[in-house]
């Protein structure tokens, strides 16, 4: 797999492969929103989630890949700390906003900062079209941030805050998604960078959830965290492995961009499983973000 991998790096396959990549990890991400902002606290959730994924992914990083190269020590340490930050955030706004005005929020900042990282560590240009796709995509998940904010918030009080925590919180999505791509390029083993990743970022929050669970008055059942988490942890590897892959075949930009089409899935998520109300102006807005990323990719 590494080989083929790396065999079609910057080429025409690589860059179909990526747009597929792409995709499946807005779908994915979508559920995983979705699982971290569903019955149970989002902070016990998550911290469920990296547990499991950290160890799942321990015995691939032990035994499995090609050990690090020393230079990739540094970027680990950075990638910790970057991803730390945006999974705080994240907590904190999903516990004081709604999923469907936080999540379009949080992905519709992302990918234009992200074009703009990549274009000042990677050179890469977007054309005249490609920036009207990303202006018309980011209407899109903004027009549906807002409209959820009028008809479908109940957190009334804490709507501020959530909005600001999740302008920032995608802030770090553009920084993360620019950082793990220069990190999962300067390793030859695509699947090192992956295994070590997974191993190293889940090995915080696990405790963070326990504390908050401990202080709880009416602590949920850890059964179901725990099932939670382990799904949760698939979908994490599917999803982020997908996208940092993708980063790698193929422009960063464009990947960042197509997988902000998951505020499309998170809405469809929404409503089928959360049971929150869509009618023809968010279908509108969700047809808008679509064509917003097809202009994006076939306008380069």
């Not at 906003?97 to 890469?124: K, N, S, W």
């Not at 479908?152 to 993360?176: K, M, P």
Request: proline share 4%.
């Amino acid at each position: 797999m590494t080989e083929w991998i790396i065999s079609i790096e910057g080429t025409e396959a690589g860059h179909t492969a990526a747009l597929i990549l792409a995709l499946m990890a807005a779908f994915l991400h979508a559920v995983f929103g979705a699982l971290q902002k569903g019955r149970h606290d989002p902070w016990l959730t998550r911290g469920a989630i990296d547990g499991c994924y950290c160890v799942m992914a321990a015995p691939f990083a032990l035994f499995v890949v090609p050990w690090p190269e020393p230079h990739m020590w540094a970027i680990f340490a950075g990638a910790f700390v970057i991803h730390l930050a945006y999974k705080l955030l994240q907590a904190m706004a999903y516990s004081r906003g709604a999923y469907t005005v936080v999540y379009p929020v949080v992905r519709g900042t992302g990918p234009l900062f992200t074009v703009i990282g990549a274009y000042l560590i990677f050179g890469e240009v977007f054309n005249g079209v490609q920036w009207l796709g990303v202006g018309v995509l980011m209407a899109g998940i903004f027009g549906l941030a807002v409209y959820n904010m009028i008809f479908l918030v109940s957190e009334r009080d804490t709507l501020n805050a959530a909005l600001a925590l999740a302008v920032l919180t995608g802030i770090f999505v553009a920084l993360y998604t620019t950082y793990d791509a220069y990190g999962i390029r300067a390793t030859a083993d695509p699947f090192t960078f992956l295994a070590w990743f997974f191993m190293i970022d889940g090995l915080v929050f696990p405790f963070l959830a326990l504390r908050r669970w401990r202080a709880m008055e009416h602590r949920p059942a850890p059964a179901p965290l725990l099932r939670r988490g382990v799904l949760g942890g698939i979908v994490a590897f599917l999803s982020f492995g997908a996208v940092m892959l993708a980063t790698r075949l193929d422009k960063v930009g464009e990947a960042a961009v197509l997988r902000e089409t998951s505020t499309v899935f998170a809405a469809l998520i929404g409503w089928l499983v959360l049971k929150e109300t869509v009618g023809p102006r968010r279908i509108a807005l969700m047809t808008l973000i679509a064509i917003g990323a097809v202009i994006v990719e076939f306008g380069g």
